[in-house]
């Protein structure tokens, strides 16, 4: 979700107590190694809204070029409102422009005075934006007489009720509209016009076009316009200056509360005028090595709704803010804060994903902004205690290493249950243990594993034949047994001439029917346990070297 700020203000930045979200000695909430870059207590810079603080651009007395239209001045159409427009063949003059028959009417608001019962003014007045990424905002107000339409470098991005729809002409009749006829001008309320401007603008020289239209114009004793336009810089951005009024400093938190009983006074550090519809702030926190921060949390204890940034990227909005472009005066939902002694964060926030590209090596810049209700005048409240930290990714380890309340997550559970298999001792949930279980994710089997075969015998019977005994370990192990002479053992110093002797022995017995080997040798023996098909084969066991033992002629 995508918000931006209409606003326009100063501001400088603090740094705050960490050099570096790795090897910090701060204390940790989680089982990780979590490291604080801002919370409670915390400098920064703050700003409390109580009315719109922007820059003008163009506004009374800015330089112009117009043409007053008395007859048809051969345009066409609108196309005296784009960029590239030649208008070297106007005349020069200031906002406000028009004219004025009645006394006590908008002579004080005319600079430039045109012939009476004009049908029309065109007007062409320019402005230089240097970085039109860094614009945030655009706003326009207006005092005229009696319909206008405003173009911003060819794009209609303003036109007065009382201007009909479609392309206007030179003598289109407006309906009746009274300018302020005030001293100074009143432009109304300003109007956020970012959405048709901030596309349209480009570095460098760009071109606002105000036109202004007559009702009865052969009749009409006045006409006059003067247009304010407002660019407002991203104050989220690092590069943004808040270091003059009505900027500010303080710490976190920030807000006030009117309320006798219960309240947030405890929480509040820095108190703002009650009612302020917003408070924006900006603290600064240091990273030493950007690619060593893993995780990034956000949490926060605020009353009504809050948004973060990241060096101008927009990390988290909170429920309570509305989608789309934020101004000062944007109102939230209610959210009520914990009103406690302490800040309750809540649930910290996994901002990674946004955040950590937006980190630089070195200084960085959080900005919150906070909201009130969409009436503040009855809001008893606002407050703002931010906590980012940077945390470990998560290791298996059975502990909460990234510090979001999660514990392993992303790594496999086969039975699904509070711990991921790594720690899990039974991960097939069977009631035996993964160390003793031949199948550890197969629940319907929880024999033991093979183990080696032990307390290997040879025997003489009564009936005088070789007997080849071993410890059994269990039912539905069955036995592998290979050998060979003795003699084979010298040359190649292993048993890797055995040969299988018998193949899936059911029980822990052998009868040898061989011949006896000729006097001066004799047999060896080697017995391995297997139990098909999940529990797998043992070994022969391992030689001298520790490499397993494999005869050639193996059983299958």
Known sequence: MRRTNGFLAPVVIVVVGIASATGSSLAQSCGGDEAVLVEAGASMRYRANSAADDSPIIQFASELRYIANLSDPSIPGVSWTAEGFNDSGWTPGTYGVGYELSAGGAQNLLQTIVPAH????????????????????????????????????????????????????????ATTHESSN??????????????????????????????????????????????????????????????????????????????????????????????????????????????????????????DGYVAWINGVEVFGSAEVPAGRLTWSTGAE????????????????????????????????LAVGVWNTATPSTSTDLLLVPRLSAGESDACNGLDDDCDGLV????????????????????????????????????????????????????????????????????????????????????DGGVVNGACLGDDVGAALYDDARAKPTVGDAYYYIVRAEKPPACGTGTYGVATSGAPRAPVSDCP
């Open 334 to 365: 209610l959210h009520e804060s914990s009103n406690g002694t302490a800040p309750n964060y809540g649930t910290l926030r996994d901002i990674s994903a946004r955040g950590i590209p937006a980190l630089r090596d070195g200084s960085n810049v």
């Open 118 to 173: 004009a049908f029309s003014v065109f007007t062409r007045a320019r402005f230089t934006v240097d970085d039109p990424t860094a614009v945030n905002g655009a706003f326009l107000g207006a005092d005229y007489d009696d319909g206008v339409i405003v173009w911003v470098n060819g794009m209609e991005a303003f036109r007065s009720p009382e201007m009909p729809a479609g392309t206007p002409a030179w003598n289109t009749d």
């Open 182 to 303: 005030a001293a100074v001008p009143n432009y109304g309320t300003p109007r956020d016009i970012s959405g048709f401007v901030l596309p349209a603008l480009h570095a460098g020289e760009n071109v606002l076009a105000v036109g202004v239209w007559n009702s009865g114009a052969a009749a009409s004793t006045d006409l006059v316009v003067v247009p304010r336009l407002s660019l407002a810089p991203d104050w989220t951005r690092p590069d943004f200056d808040d270091s003059a009024a009505p900027w500010a400093d303080g710490v976190y938190g920030v807000g006030y509360d009117t309320d006798t009983t219960v309240n947030a006074l405890a929480l509040i550090a820095t108190t703002v005028p009650e009612h302020v519809a917003s408070v924006f702030t900006r603290t600064r926190f240091d990273i030493a090595d950007r690619t060593s921060v893993h995780k990034l949390f956000l949490g926060a204890d605020y009353d």
């Open 408 to 491: 392993d997550e992303g790594f496999p559970n086969f039975d699904h249950d509070a711990q991921a298999d790594c720690v899990d001792p039974d991960d097939d949930n069977d009631g035996i243990a993964d160390g003793v279980d031949c199948a550890p994710f197969d629940s319907s089997n929880a024999a033991p594993p093979v183990q080696e075969v032990r307390d290997l015998r040879w025997t003489r019977t009564d009936i005088r034949t070789d007997v080849q005994s071993w410890r059994d370990q269990g039912a539905g192990v069955r036995y592998d047994l290979a050998g060979g002479l003795i003699s084979a053992l010298r040359p």
